[in-house]
């Protein structure tokens, strides 16, 4: 078992590991609303532990490289297979620090009591799966090792009980193809738990006392309330019959599993215990109104996230100092879509959204044209398309990788978008009904006359005016958060948030703005470069008044030869290499760009503000470097105090140079990491083939970047991370955390889940610390 996945670090590739229950659950709670904390199990380790029960007489030792074949007609034969497949899993010995490693992480919560909760992904080959939420069952543990290993087992058990083969069998789904993970959570008494139904026709909440599985077991008849969505009003609600209540029992002997329904297990002399309500009690309905009303207010966010049918299980728990909604499962129907087709690639950004295809085959199409509220299909976004894209409701590209310009501008604006997506603009019609889901990387074909998915038009929740609001740790950081940031539409929204700053703010992105489609030099040939200058120093400007006195650093231009095919007037025609004439490379054959960008930040400080910084890209030589300081120098931006001049780590050798980039004066580096991955995995980031080889968590990308960490630490300077890692990956935080990272830098969509994973990290070290410190007494 190599690692457990937490829920607020999952990221897209994850789906499979993890499971659908779990991968909707994330999703959600990355977007800040209100979950369960809890951790995944991923479904390798099931594999690994069947591989374990090497016994020649076992069936179960066949099962990874078997689809088991069994004649499900044969009763008698099945329920024995069954059987004998459960018992060997049950009696089997589960390796002890894959329980200590769970039992460890389940600490991080005062709680007595544990829900194992299974979650599946099954081959997306698979059409026509029915409903599965029965198949398996959650299953209740104390919170020790002992118990746990006993209900992990219980939980794995069920995928080869007798219903479970038959279900298999009859689908056509291969039992190698199935992905059972777990998902592990706390679980608190409740005073309230029930389940939203959202449909177009209308709202119907469930309610009844105490702990949701008294619903789920049948044991009760819910209160049930009939909600307009449009207004929130309760338009009719029935008093349900409501005799017993589950809560959460304290520490207490624990016997064997057994099934007490058909809808959960848990265990004899369990940590719940179920109670007979009083007769006042049954009489009264489970929710007040301020907690009805509460989740009224969260199923209209929701809509904003799913669309108009879902179904959402949620608890009201008794902590302090108030009780606290939360969703303890989100349920999409397939039904949703019918007959969709479904068009796959790569999810850059996430959400989903339906709208109308707006389809571009020609690069040299007018960006104006783009409707509003539109869907863009496209080859590739032009540069000179950024500034239109703030406008249009999803993106989808035939070209293009998670590290490219649209991909990144889009996550910055919170647009679903999906990327190498195979032969799309051919595919689609422009007018065609679409469903964008930036989450899985899919991209859904509606019918023409599908009309509730044209009424829903979820958006993602980044520009719904329902977005939660932060719900940060009460636990202070110390690793400073920052945010990268390159449109000047997003600094009212971003300005009030608790980061320590700009940690990157991309030029490139920020001057199509004002470029008016033409390259910098069109504008000197024309005579109109204090006309630009103005406009530049006044972008600049914007985001330093905005965060100041919080720092800003602005990277100075960082442009591909080829990414710029329509804003190469006055160059000679560049080779299409992978790198092109980038960074500081470009600033000695072409000066004059560069000593624009320096007059800017002269502007910006000679307007009182002290705050900006230079960060300068791609950085091959210190040679490269010396020169780029003495135009800063000269230009006068190092009179100025507080003016840091900084590098981009992101080309291999700066391994190497790092103490001589020192001496010349850098004073902090931010570590690049999409361009760092390329270069050291020889990848080109671009390419869809080479997706599955890009990855920054590679041990040669992960070495590299502890070796920049204590270089910097060495040489008494920052050291900082602004690439897409941390976004992508939220698990290397822990190590960059544990590294002594000084800042990090992510996307605004990022910001309130880093915040928590750095705490959590911090917290994680301080314990350590203290346990360490313990052990020496």
């Given at each position: ?5 937490w ?11 993890v499971?659908?229950k ?64 459960r ?105 309230a738990?029930?389940r ?21 077991n ?192 889009a996550?910055?604006?919170?647009i ?135 720092p ?48 800017a ?20 030589s ?47 580096i ?10 050291l ?17 590679h ?58 994973a ?14 360490h ?5």
């Amino acid at each position: 078992m190599d690692k457990l996945y937490w829920l607020d670090q999952i990221k897209l590739q994850d789906r499979t590991k993890v499971g659908d229950k779990a991968f909707y659950l994330s999703r959600i709670m990355q977007r800040g609303y209100p979950v369960i904390p809890g951790f995944v199990v991923g479904a390798d380790v099931l594999r690994q532990f069947l591989e374990t029960l090497n016994s020649s007489e076992s069936l179960v030792a066949d099962l990874p490289h078997s689809s088991l074949h069994l004649d499900v007609t044969n009763w008698r034969q099945l329920q024995q297979v069954a059987g004998r497949l459960r018992q060997e899993i049950i009696t089997a010995d589960i390796p002890e620090h894959w329980v200590s490693t769970i039992f460890h992480a389940t600490q991080e919560w005062e709680t007595s009591c544990l829900i194992l909760r299974p979650t599946l992904a099954l081959p997306t080959t698979v059409q026509g799966v029915g409903n599965i939420s029965g198949l398996l069952e959650s299953v209740f543990c104390y919170c020790d090792e002992k118990a746990i290993a006993q209900a992990l087992k219980q939980t794995w058990s069920q995928l080869f009980r007798a219903r479970s083969l038959l279900y298999w069998q009859q689908a056509g789904i291969n039992l190698q193809k199935v992905n059972l993970a777990v998902l592990v959570q706390p679980v608190q008494s409740a005073i309230a738990s029930g389940r939203l139904h959202a449909k177009s026709s209308g709202w119907e909440i469930e309610a009844t006392c105490g702990l949701g599985m008294a619903i789920a077991n049948g044991e009760v008849q819910p209160d049930v309330y009939y909600i307009q969505r449009e207004t929130g009003v309760v338009l009719e609600q029935q008093l349900g019959n409501k005799i017993l209540a589950y809560r959460v029992d304290g520490p207490a002997s624990v016997g064997h599993l057994q099934p007490v329904s058909q809808s959960l297990l848990t265990l004899d002399h369990t940590c719940l215990v179920t109670h007979l309500l009083e007769e006042s009690q049954q009489k009264q309905y489970a929710l007040q109104a301020e907690y009805l009303q509460q989740v009224i207010v969260l199923g209209n966010q929701l809509v904003s996230e799913l669309g108009k049918n879902f179904t959402v299980e949620w608890t009201i728990s008794q902590q302090n100092p108030a009780p606290k909604l939360t969703i303890t499962q989100v349920s999409i129907p397939q039904s949703a879509i019918p007959n969709a087709q479904i068009i796959k690639g790569l999810g850059a950004s996430g959400g989903h959204v339906t709208a109308t295809a707006h389809v571009i085959a020609n690069a040299q199409h007018n960006p104006e044209q783009i409707p509003k509220g539109a869907i863009l299909v496209a080859k590739a976004i032009a540069p000179e398309w950024l500034p239109f894209l703030q406008q249009v409701a999803g993106i989808i590209t035939e070209q293009g990788g998670l590290t490219s310009h649209a991909a990144i501008l889009a996550r910055e604006l919170g647009i679903p978008a999906v990327v190498s997506a195979t032969d799309v603009t051919a595919l689609i019609q422009i007018g065609e009904r679409l469903q964008v889901d930036g989450d899985r990387g899919e991209v859904y074909r509606l019918k023409a006359d599908h009309e509730e998915e044209k009424d829903s038009s979820p958006q993602n929740s980044f520009h719904s005016s329902t977005t939660p609001s932060f719900q940060l740790p009460q636990q202070m950081i110390a690793t400073q958060l920052l945010v990268n940031l390159s449109q000047s539409s997003l600094i009212e929204r971003v300005q009030s948030w608790p980061v320590d700053g700009v940690g990157l703010l991309r030029s490139e992105l920020m001057a199509l703005s004002i470029l008016e489609g033409q390259h910098p030099q069109s504008w000197f040939a024309s005579g109109r470069q204090a006309e630009l200058l103005e406009l530049w120093s006044a972008k600049i400007m914007q985001f330093a008044r905005a965060f100041a006195p919080r720092p800003v650093f602005y990277r100075s231009l960082d442009w591909r030869s080829q990414e710029l095919p329509s804003l190469t007037n006055h160059l000679a025609p560049a080779s299409h290499s992978v790198l092109g004439e980038r960074g500081t490379f470009s600033y000695l054959l072409n000066p004059a760009v560069f000593d624009l960008e320096l007059s800017a930040l002269v502007a910006v400080q000679k307007a009182g503000y002290t705050n900006i910084s230079l960060l300068l890209p791609f950085v091959r030589s210190v040679e490269e470097f010396t020169i780029c300081r003495h135009k800063v120098e000269q230009a006068g931006l190092t009179q100025v105090p507080q003016f840091q001049l900084w590098m981009m780590a992101e080309v291999p050798s700066v391994l190497f140079l790092l103490p001589e980039y020192v001496k010349a004066g850098v004073r902090g580096i931010s570590i690049g990491t999409n361009d760092l991955t390329q270069l050291l995995l020889g990848v080109d980031r671009e390419q869809r083939q080479l997706a599955s080889v890009f990855n920054e968590m590679h041990p040669a990308v992960m070495g590299a970047i502890a070796q920049l960490i204590q270089m910097s630490q060495a040489a008494g300077i920052p050291c900082s991370i602004c690439g897409q890692a941390p976004t992508l990956y939220p698990e290397m935080i822990d190590q960059l955390v544990k590294w002594g990272i000084s800042s990090i830098s992510v996307e605004p969509e990022a910001v309130e889940r880093t915040y928590q994973a750095i705490a959590r990290a911090e917290k994680r070290l301080i314990l350590a610390a203290a346990r360490h410190q313990l052990e020496g007494l």
